[in-house]
């Protein structure tokens, strides 16, 4: 087994653990056998099957920091943190999949499309979510940087909630009107429902467990990580048009869906009149041939999206390198949280 693969196991290790206290909570408020037998899918569906890069990014954040092994204890501790986020982004991903109707998650169905599930996906996702503060309150009550521990979850959430909206109302799936779009529009969506929760939130967790006081340390993650996140939410909308849906684990949907994606936006930019009619015509049409269209004209001149996204990926990279080489150590902070955050997603394929 290779070290990535054994730190995988090992992880997923501590979910089963997570995954038992909840349905004892269930059990012990008298649930029917019916109701916890249903979490218990809901659970395993939606939370572990992911690439799980924002939960082990905190147990990998915290031994960065601390600069040796974690203890047993303090691996429990991060790994359960880091589930917390994969609880979080399980609560996103099982109403977000039912707002835009998609079809699969991680190479199966959406929960939602689940026999008998529909939605009723709705009260799963909040139990995903409400799990993340029964597990906190349960392991790090005790701690003097709990109510930290809470207030990042519950800012992170809000944030993300708001990235939501304006994706929601700028880009509805029955209303299509381009003229909305923009790529600064993309810039905000992308930087509230992507950014904050998938890579400020795993640091910041390690930092608050690891004792980092200096808010100068906070200030420098998020002036580094945001731009990350952006970036890494430009490969995601690229890769949703460019991928092989057996890479990517699920169908792009993203044309289909009208979405205010980093590719129509480019688009946009760079159509000539006659491109930005075709866009016009054949954008967020439930239709195969409509959708086809629209992924031809995105690698013809001048919009050419594969060239403007090769540009763009080598700029972020030079831009991020830049920032870390700036980081100042003497806050408890060392550049190698950040460059091995920027090595798992820097030419990801999926």
């Not at 597990?135 to 800012?155: A, G, N």
């Not at 939130?201 to 004792?211: E, I, N, S, T, Y």
Request: aromatic share 12%; proline share 3%.
């Amino acid at each position: 087994m290779s070290d990535k693969a054994a730190k995988r196991a090992r992880f997923e290790g501590v979910f089963d653990k997570i995954a038992d206290e909840l349905i004892d909570y269930l059990k012990q408020n008298g649930m029917p056998e019916e109701a916890v037998a249903w979490y218990k899918a809901n659970l395993y569906h939606n939370v572990p099957g992911g690439k799980l890069n924002r939960g082990l990014s905190v147990v990998d954040t915290l031994e960065i920091l601390k600069g040796k092994a974690l203890t047993d204890d303090e691996y429990f501790n991060a790994a359960l943190l880091g589930w917390c986020v994969e609880l979080l982004q399980g609560f996103f991903l099982v109403s977000d999949d039912l707002m835009d109707a998609s079809i699969t998650r991680r190479g199966q169905p959406c929960w939602y499309r689940m026999p008998g599930v529909g939605t009723i996906a709705i009260n799963d996702s909040f139990m995903l979510e409400a799990a993340i503060y029964y597990l906190l309150k349960k392991h790090f009550r005790q701690e003097s940087y709990y109510i930290d521990l809470v207030e990042l979850f519950l800012e992170t959430t809000f944030q993300t909630e708001l990235g939501q909206l304006i994706d929601l109302i700028t880009a509805p799936e029955d209303n299509v009107d381009l003229s909305k779009f923009s790529l600064q529009k993309h810039h905000l969506i992308v930087v509230y429902k992507t950014a904050f929760y998938s890579f400020y939130l795993p640091v910041a967790l390690a930092f608050r467990v690891a004792g980092v006081k200096d808010e100068a340390a906070y200030k420098a993650a998020l002036d580094i990580l945001i731009p990350m996140g952006e970036y890494f939410q430009v490969q995601d909308d690229y890769l949703d048009a460019y991928a092989p849906p057996e890479v990517l684990g699920k169908i792009g949907t993203d044309i289909l869906d009208n979405k205010c994606s980093w590719n129509i936006n480019t688009a946009l930019k760079f159509a000539t009149p006659e491109q930005r009619q075709i866009l016009d015509d054949n954008y967020g049409k439930k239709d195969s041939v409509a959708e086809a269209r629209v992924k031809e004209l995105y690698s013809q001149a001048p919009i050419s999206i594969p060239e403007r996204f090769e540009k763009y990926e080598k700029e972020s990279h030079d831009k991020l390198t830049a920032l870390i080489a700036q980081v100042d150590e003497s806050t408890g902070v060392r550049k190698e949280v950040f460059t091995s955050f920027l090595e798992k997603v820097y030419k990801r394929q999926k």
